[in-house]
């Protein structure tokens, strides 16, 4: 690996990198087959990923026909790798035994450990049979879209192709290692003006936020359309403010500390609902909804925006808010939803939807025609990564642990090959440029060259 990250310090061109020795193995993070039982009868709170995450030396795979192998320099926590680590909703190792019917190829997926990790950035190591485009050498990122195309459902969307999948989530060889394998339509430009642990960190957040809020798949936003925001100051959240400020819209943040609303207000935003601090609370008890707090959360929003609804609601937490996020949306209006974070089984009033024409969008990641989209305006220093900490690679278990209890800003970085924060920008006048600009969207704790340590 010294090869590696030596030829990423000092910027090898293509025959450098072609020219490096595979390692016979690496590290990664991973959870394993055998373990898998091992929470069983705890409450989802109480299932510590730092029990069940291993970092261990896994066999290197060798690319297929249009696929690459990818010297990781850093990756990121994305909360698809918290519910692996707990076995939530149920054990990956499913998803993968089901890959592995497929082909021999697919085969290789199904493992008795699986290595995690849905973002990535890195450098092309080596590329298998009949890639065009990338080369050994080539500074990437990559998004987690994993799909071969072979189904005719899937080219005029991907993301409806069947046999689509999530790269360290539904498949192996994810990002939180030292390598990684992929495919080649799963890889874009990385932002020159970026380090390699910002630049990891946009890639399936900021992809999926996009597809949410502005694709024709999603809710289609337009300039001058109010969009509530839960999460605002979250991974996926942070990334969808700025989709709608860049847009015209107007975000209304919803997040859970005064330190969460001043880095919604360092990104524009300037109207921020602080729901731990108002007290709202939508259910009266596990099974009854309380009605008067989606009426009192209505009527907050529209105190601060001069009597408007929302025309779009951006919904991630799921049985919590959902009631409400129905509730609240205009007549005519949009819920976006992906994830659900505090549960899946949703509750709403349906009466809300239908006699006021509401739609119902159901959003997961995006293709790589978004995806190219969404990095092309980080590229442009449109949008900016929201990272407020870094892991070292044997921290990463940590990193998922803090994902897991909200306890983060924004995104939560994991260095893999890099040695330190704040290498990798390639193009330091870009940099310069937007500098100030830049700093605006940081969030305040994370700055190059700092990195976690606990």
Same mark, same amino acid.
């Given at each position: 690996?010294?090869?590696?990250?030596?030829?990423?310090?000092?910027?090898?061109?293509?025959?450098?990198?072609?020219?490096?020795?595979?390692?016979?193995?690496?590290? +990664?993070?991973?959870?394993?087959?055998?373990?898998?039982?091992?929470?069983?009868?705890?409450?989802?709170?109480?299932?510590?990923?730092?029990?069940?995450?291993?970092?261990?030396?896994?066999?290197?795979? #060798?690319?297929?026909?249009?696929?690459?192998?990818?010297?990781?320099?850093?990756? &990121?926590?994305?909360?698809?790798?918290?519910?692996?680590?707990?076995?939530?909703?149920?054990?990956?190792?499913?998803?993968?035994?089901?890959?592995?019917?497929? &082909?021999?190829?697919?085969?290789?997926?199904?493992?008795?450990?699986?290595?995690?990790?849905?973002?990535?950035? /890195?450098?092309?190591?080596?590329?298998?049979?009949?890639?065009?485009?990338?080369?050994?050498?080539?500074?990437?990122?990559?998004?987690?879209? &994993?799909?071969?195309?072979?189904?005719?459902?899937?080219?005029?969307?991907?993301?409806?192709?069947?046999?689509?999948?999530?790269?360290?989530?539904?498949?192996?060889?994810?990002?939180?290692? $030292? @390598?990684?394998?992929?495919?080649?339509?799963?890889?874009?430009?990385?932002?020159?003006?970026?380090?390699?642990?910002?630049? +990891?960190?946009?890639?399936?957040?900021?992809?999926?936020?996009?597809?949410?809020?502005?694709?024709?798949?999603?809710?289609?936003?337009?300039?001058?359309?109010?969009?509530?925001?839960?999460?605002?100051?979250? /991974?996926?959240?942070?990334?969808?403010?700025?989709?709608?400020?860049?847009?015209? +819209?107007?975000?209304?943040?919803?997040?859970?500390?005064?330190?969460?609303?001043?880095?919604?207000?360092?990104?524009?935003? $300037?109207?921020?609902?602080?729901?731990?601090?108002?007290?709202?609370?939508?259910?009266?008890?596990?099974?009854?909804?309380?009605?008067?707090?989606?009426?009192?959360?209505?009527?907050?929003?529209?105190? @601060?925006?001069?009597?408007?609804?929302?025309?779009?609601?951006?919904?991630?937490?799921?049985?919590?808010?959902?009631?409400?996020?129905?509730?609240?949306?205009?007549?005519?209006?949009?819920?976006?939803?992906?994830?659900?974070?505090?549960?899946?089984?949703?509750?709403?009033?349906?009466?809300?939807?239908?006699? #006021?024409?509401?739609?119902?969008?159901?959003?997961?990641?995006?293709?790589?025609?978004?995806?190219?989209?969404?990095?092309?305006?980080?590229?442009?220093?449109?949008?900016?990564?929201?990272?407020?900490?870094?892991?070292?690679?044997?921290?990463?278990?940590?990193?998922?642990? #803090?994902?897991?209890?909200?306890?983060?800003?924004?995104?939560?970085?994991?260095?893999?090959?890099?040695?330190?924060?704040?290498? /990798?920008?390639?193009?330091?006048?870009?940099?310069?440029?937007?500098?100030?600009?830049?700093?605006?969207?940081?969030?305040?704790?994370?700055?190059? /060259?700092?990195?976690?340590?606990?």
């Amino acid at each position: 690996m010294r090869a590696i990250i030596e030829a990423a310090r000092h910027g090898a061109g293509s025959a450098e990198w072609a020219a490096i020795p595979v390692p016979e193995t690496y590290r +990664a993070v991973t959870v394993r087959r055998d373990e898998t039982t091992m929470f069983e009868g705890m409450l989802s709170r109480d299932k510590d990923p730092r029990r069940s995450l291993h970092l261990q030396q896994v066999p290197t795979p #060798q690319p297929g026909p249009g696929e690459a192998l990818i010297a990781v320099l850093a990756s &990121s926590v994305n909360y698809n790798t918290v519910w692996s680590a707990i076995f939530e909703p149920v054990p990956t190792f499913e998803f993968l035994a089901r890959y592995g019917r497929l &082909s021999a190829e697919a085969k290789r997926h199904d493992l008795p450990y699986h290595i995690l990790g849905s973002d990535l950035s /890195g450098v092309v190591l080596r590329v298998g049979p009949g890639s065009r485009r990338w080369a050994p050498g080539d500074l990437v990122v990559a998004h987690c879209l &994993s799909v071969d195309l072979e189904d005719p459902a899937g080219h005029d969307d991907s993301m409806l192709d069947p046999q689509q999948r999530i790269w360290g989530y539904d498949t192996n060889f994810g990002g939180l290692a $030292e @390598l990684a394998l992929v495919r080649t339509n799963q890889l874009m430009p990385k932002p020159g003006h970026l380090t390699w642990e910002e630049a +990891a960190t946009p890639g399936l957040v900021n992809s999926t936020a996009y597809r949410q809020l502005v694709s024709r798949n999603g809710a289609n936003m337009k300039q001058g359309d109010t969009v509530l925001i839960w999460g605002a100051c979250g /991974g996926l959240g942070s990334y969808a403010v700025q989709l709608a400020l860049n847009g015209g +819209a107007t975000p209304v943040c919803v997040v859970s500390s005064p330190e969460k609303a001043a880095v919604c207000h360092a990104l524009g935003a $300037e109207l921020v609902i602080d729901r731990a601090a108002e007290g709202y609370d939508f259910w009266s008890d596990p099974q009854t909804p309380n009605r008067k707090e989606w009426r009192r959360f209505g009527a907050r929003i529209r105190e @601060l925006t001069g009597g408007r609804d929302c025309d779009i609601v951006f919904e991630h937490p799921g049985r919590e808010t959902f009631a409400a996020s129905v509730y609240v949306a205009a007549r005519g209006g949009t819920i976006v939803t992906c994830a659900s974070t505090s549960g899946y089984d949703h509750y709403f009033d349906n009466r809300h939807l239908w006699t #006021q024409l509401k739609r119902i969008v159901g959003s997961h990641f995006a293709n790589y025609h978004e995806a190219w989209r969404a990095n092309e305006l980080v590229r442009q220093g449109r949008v900016y990564p929201t990272l407020s900490t870094t892991y070292p690679l044997a921290q990463a278990p940590t990193a998922v642990r #803090q994902v897991q209890r909200n306890q983060h800003l924004g995104k939560v970085g994991v260095l893999c090959l890099a040695p330190a924060t704040g290498l /990798g920008i390639t193009e330091p006048a870009l940099r310069a440029r937007y500098a100030d600009h830049y700093d605006r969207f940081r969030v305040p704790a994370n700055r190059p /060259g700092t990195l976690a340590t606990t």
